[in-house]
């Protein structure tokens, strides 16, 4: 992929990767003793932790993990402005990618035909 790397590429997927490992943890955890505990993490903490996921793989270039991740944060918080904003932007990186690829086939295209001609 031709996305701008904001940081160490490997270190921003260990750390989604490891925020989407604990949020699994933490469902197959409350299906199993939802019932035992007096108090569990509310929407606002799981929407914000899959907003940080979302950022982290858009940031990583994943951008159908980050996709996945901003549209379970947004089923938590459905009105919530910085979630809404960060779907517009992997949205955004979405499309500049296929424009991109989309760029890429044409300008191959073009080459074979000079080759040919």
């Known amino acids: 992929m031709q996305t701008k790397w904001k940081g160490n ?7 989604a990767t490891s925020m989407a490992t604990a949020g699994e943890s933490y469902g ?18 799981i929407g ?15 951008l159908d993990l980050a996709r996945n991740a901003i549209e379970l944060a947004l089923d938590e918080i459905p009105d919530d402005s910085e979630f809404l904003i960060e779907e517009g932007k992997v949205s955004l ?8 690829k989309l760029m890429n086939n044409n300008l191959m295209l073009l080459l074979r035909r000079r080759e040919m001609n």
């Not at 590429?9 to 750390?15: A, C, L, P, S």
């Not at 990186?93 to 991109?100: G, M, N, V």
């Open 48 to 62: 914000k932790m899959r907003y940080g996921e979302s950022i982290a793989y858009r940031l990583s270039g994943h």
């Open 93 to 100: 990186a979405i499309s500049e990618e296929a424009r991109r």
């Open 9 to 15: 590429h490997e270190k921003i997927v260990m750390e």
């Open 28 to 45: 197959s955890w409350l299906r199993d003793y939802g019932a035992e505990v007096t108090y569990t993490y509310d929407t606002d903490k």
